[in-house]
Nanobody, 124 residues
């Protein structure tokens, strides 16, 4: 059974930083591309960032370029999302997901496994 567990969310002021973690089990983590998505109340789930299985390539949504950074530690079966210069519009539940394809995908339907999400709230 595959399990992805996000952590590190919380309440932060505008301009602050958070680092999210996603711990994976039940799959060969180093062979999967990993993605981060977010979903705000009343909105569809939105792509945030993706990282190749090796950590060599990353891909970001335009809304977070220059502010967020995705990384991974394959020896720890963990992927991270460093979030800087946070804005109120970053408030959402953040999800990590695993993708066994050869592409750095951005669509929800392209990902095979999902975590339960962690809440990020940015206060203004």
């Amino acid at each position: 059974q595959v399990q992805l567990v996000e952590s590190g969310g919380g309440l932060v002021q505008v301009g602050g930083s958070l680092r999210l973690s996603c711990a994976a089990s039940g799959l060969t983590f180093s062979t999967y591309n990993m993605g981060w998505f977010r979903q705000a109340p009343g909105k569809e789930r939105e792509f945030v960032a993706a990282i190749r299985w090796s950590g060599g390539d990353t891909y970001y949504a335009d809304s977070v370029k220059g502010r967020f950074a995705v990384s991974r530690a394959n020896a720890k079966n963990t992927v991270y999302l460093q979030m800087n210069s946070l804005k109120p519009e970053d408030t959402a539940v953040y999800f990590c997901a695993a993708d066994g394809s050869v592409l750095l995908n951005r669509r929800v339907r392209d990902y095979n496994y999902w975590g339960q999400g962690t809440q990020v709230t940015v206060s203004s």
